[in-house]
């Protein structure tokens, strides 16, 4: 019988603790759940050494109506962090709680290098996102790149050698496309085209980084570069329309038309 009554005597203990326990929790649900615990602030800030230029509290409230769950100490971090990542302009977001009732998100916007097929464009990562166009700035002018799907890395790091090696020539890239045969066209800042041949860099199964490839690429490229001061020499620096690089050994070019000669007026 002794026995039985410690058992009893525990079993009693056991069960005030446990209701002891659950007011408790009934304190805290109530107090978690008072209206001062409602989300009532959202504070933007950048990355550090960084600015804001396209994100602004007007945006992300009218992207973010009514994807956000929970109070002050129930809302998921995670769920809100993936929330402001879809936000137009919103590259990455960190989240976290400021008492009572805030979120502070700081954001690392996109840079927008170029533009990106119909409507999109990429940035300085070679990922592709979407966002108003309309929203860069006005003295803003970004090159034209298209390409296949999956080819985002590759055409960034050619866009980059290519500048490199226009550069001295004063000209940059303002158009950039990878066709689906894998060959390149380029407009220059100058207007004049280029058709390069098959990329080998493209045709590699992780190609994002633009690196397989690399030589065969600029070889041609490198060859027209140092032959344009002869090229202006010959041509009495009449302007290039186009220059086809596909050649193995050299390249073809095609001038622009002469202008038509002026006739002299009859005298009456």
Known sequence: MWNEARTINRLANTLAVMAVL????????WVMQRPMFSLQAIELEPTRNSSLRYVTPENVQASIASKLSGNFFTIRLTDAQA?????????????????PNTLRV???EHQP?????????????????????????????LPQFEG??????????????????????????????????LAWQVTLSSGMTLAL??????????SQGGIPGALPFSQGIERF?????????????????????????????????????????KKR
Not at 154 to 177: D, Q
Not at 197 to 206: I, S, T
């Open 22 to 29: 659950a007011v408790l929790a009934g304190c805290v649900y």
């Open 148 to 181: 296949p799907e999956g080819k985002e890395g590759l055409v960034v790091s050619r866009y980059a050698e290519l500048e490199r090696w226009f550069a001295p020539l004063g000209l940059t890239i303002k158009e950039l496309s990878l066709n689906n045969r």
């Open 83 to 99: 929330v402001f990542e879809a936000v137009p302009w919103v590259r990455a977001a960190s989240v976290r709680r400021i008492w």
């Open 225 to 265: 570069v140092q032959a344009m001061p002869q090229i202006n020499q010959r041509t009495g620096g009449r302007a290039l329309t186009h220059a086809d690089l596909r050649y193995p050994n050299g390249f073809a070019i095609t001038l622009a038309a002469l202008p038509e000669p002026t006739q002299p007026k």
């Open 113 to 141: 290098l170029a533009l990106w097929n119909q409507n999109q464009m990429i940035n300085t990562w070679g990922q592709v996102f979407t966002a108003n166009q309309g929203e860069l700035d006005d003295d803003v002018s």
């Open 106 to 108: 700081t954001v690392e």
């Open 197 to 206: 041949a098959r990329d080998p860099g493209a045709e590699a199964a992780d």
